[in-house]
């Protein structure tokens, strides 16, 4: 699969440079057999020579048992070939590609993104170009063009918030596999197909930045097109042409309304590339609601949600800030509403404190017109006018209390609508459990607290509704689970 995406890259680096411009054999004796030689490429009513774009070979080599090897740029996938009549289908690991095979010449579109590439078998004449292939392309960026004047660009142009996280890496870097931190970015695009973006992180000082790359942006697969990094750096790494291709319609969250994600691979210039790591981010524009992927299993990770979402990024969405901050700090969150304090460390949400178990170690903020607190059965709760909302609270003092608590997590997978989910908590780990008991409906969800255990080492906490799930999830719990508050 790694190099079906390189040859995806390829290709979509390709449509990009086009668009900036334009501004199966069951016999072995068949005589289809045999590699078709990449001649043109048309994109944008462009047709341009393939070798003027690629630097590798391309070529389709077609062989018996409806086998074949489809070449781009130098990387070479094995895939199965069908032919009915004139019409050719090559599928690569997966990917179907319709196409015309006649007199020696195949004519493909690439992932049927209306780009046709032709190739041409030894011996047989190549189809005359039906435009001009003498064409000048820019070779600088026009900064002075400053207005988005198409839809492509008015789908990236503005500020984004989100996350990013290590996926691999070594030498220096190798435990940073799996951390992440927050981040913002702003992309800047101008008329003629250019433009820039920079993003800083929860560690960077105010206008510092992490990565500053000049980007161009071009047809993808869907109608917002693609951006691909041209010239820039990550913490003096540099990033050069087509080390991005992030296209929204063909990445790991395709699913997910207006996220992208760029992945790359950063090497320390001062350690002769023997520390390295892998990245991913994911980002939505400034201002979106992130709500609907909060509890969405089927993408990379299974908590998708940026670390300071509700105690950061929510209250300033709530309170009117339109675009990003230059620098992700706690501080800037308004004091009231969403779930966010004007303090690290502050209670956050709601007009009123729960101090669990009245010894000042952990607290939570909550809605006082809408729970009140019950000790009645000997457990500490909050508890709706109605008794159809409860939230209980049992903390564990040591690592083998908490193993047990967890323990007894997995034991509820005999009751109906049981899932288990990791999540992150107001920055803290978190296991998460939905199940139905009798009629009744639970969330239960189990904080860790990490370095930051003081007199204990994590909380369970037993949402309750005669309901639904949804009133499990409502926005008064999720205010009160994301206020908690742990004093070492």
């Given at each position: ?58 070529y389709i080599e077609l062989k018996s048992g409806n ?35 006649k007199d020696g010449v195949i004519v493909i579109d ?189 993408l990379p990770y299974d908590d998708m949600m940026p ?182």
């Amino acid at each position: 699969m790694k190099t079906m995406k390189r040859m995806i890259a390829a290709v979509l680096a390709l449509v990009l440079v086009l668009s900036l411009a334009a501004c199966g054999g069951k016999d072995k004796d068949d005589p289809n057999f045999g590699k078709y030689y990449g001649t043109t490429v048309e994109a944008l009513g462009t047709t341009m020579d393939m070798s003027e774009i690629y630097e590798g070979e391309c070529y389709i080599e077609l062989k018996s048992g409806n086998k074949c090897v489809m070449t781009v740029d130098g990387d070479a996938a094995d895939g199965e070939w069908e032919l009915d009549g004139e019409e050719l289908t090559i599928t690569v690991e997966g990917v179907k590609c319709p196409g015309t095979l006649k007199d020696g010449v195949i004519v493909i579109d690439f992932m049927e993104i209306g780009m046709p590439m032709t190739f041409v078998k030894d011996g047989a004449s190549a189809p005359k170009p039906t435009q001009n292939t003498d064409i000048e392309l820019p070779t600088e960026p026009n900064t002075e063009a400053t207005e988005a004047a198409d839809p492509v660009s008015a789908y990236w142009e503005g500020d984004w918030y989100g996350w990013w996280v290590v996926t691999n890496a070594g030498g220096n870097y190798a435990d940073w596999v799996d951390c992440y931190w927050d981040a913002c970015a702003t992309v800047s695009s101008y008329i003629d197909g250019t433009g820039n973006i920079t993003i800083w992180d929860e560690d960077c000082a105010e206008d510092e930045c992490i990565i500053d790359t000049d980007v161009t942006f071009g047809a993808g697969t869907t109608d917002y097109g693609c951006m691909m990094s041209e010239s820039g750096s990550f913490w003096g790494c540099e990033i050069g042409h087509a080390d991005w291709i992030v296209d929204p319609g063909a990445s790991a969250v395709s699913s997910v309304d207006h996220m992208i994600c760029i992945e790359g691979t950063y090497s320390d210039p001062d350690d002769n590339g023997d520390s390295w790591f892998d990245y991913v981010f994911y980002l939505r524009p400034w201002g979106m609601d992130w709500e609907d992927v909060r509890y969405v299993t089927d993408l990379p990770y299974d908590d998708m949600m940026p670390k300071y979402y509700d105690t950061w990024y929510l209250p300033l969405i709530e309170s009117g800030v339109t675009s990003a901050p230059a620098a992700i700090s706690v501080s800037d969150a308004p004091s009231g509403g969403g779930s966010g304090g004007s303090e690290p460390g502050a209670p956050v949400a709601g007009d009123a404190v729960f101090d669990y178990n009245g010894k000042g170690a952990i607290e939570f903020s909550y809605p006082s017109d809408v729970f009140t607190f019950d000790n009645s059965f000997g457990v500490d709760a909050l508890e709706n006018a109605d008794s159809s909302l409860r939230m209980t609270f049992y903390a564990d003092r040591t690592e083998e209390d908490m193993q047990i608590t967890l323990e007894n997590y997995e034991s509820y997978s005999d009751y109906e609508d049981y899932s288990i989910q990791n999540v992150m908590i107001a920055g803290y780990e978190a296991v998460q459990i939905t199940y139905n008991c009798w009629g009744d409906y639970y969330v239960d969800t189990y904080i860790k607290f990490g370095e930051d255990a003081g007199e204990y080492c994590g909380i369970s906490i037993s949402v309750c509704s005669y309901n639904s799930f949804d009133e499990c999830r409502s926005s008064a719990v999720e205010s009160v689970l994301y206020s908690i508050r742990v004093i070492n």
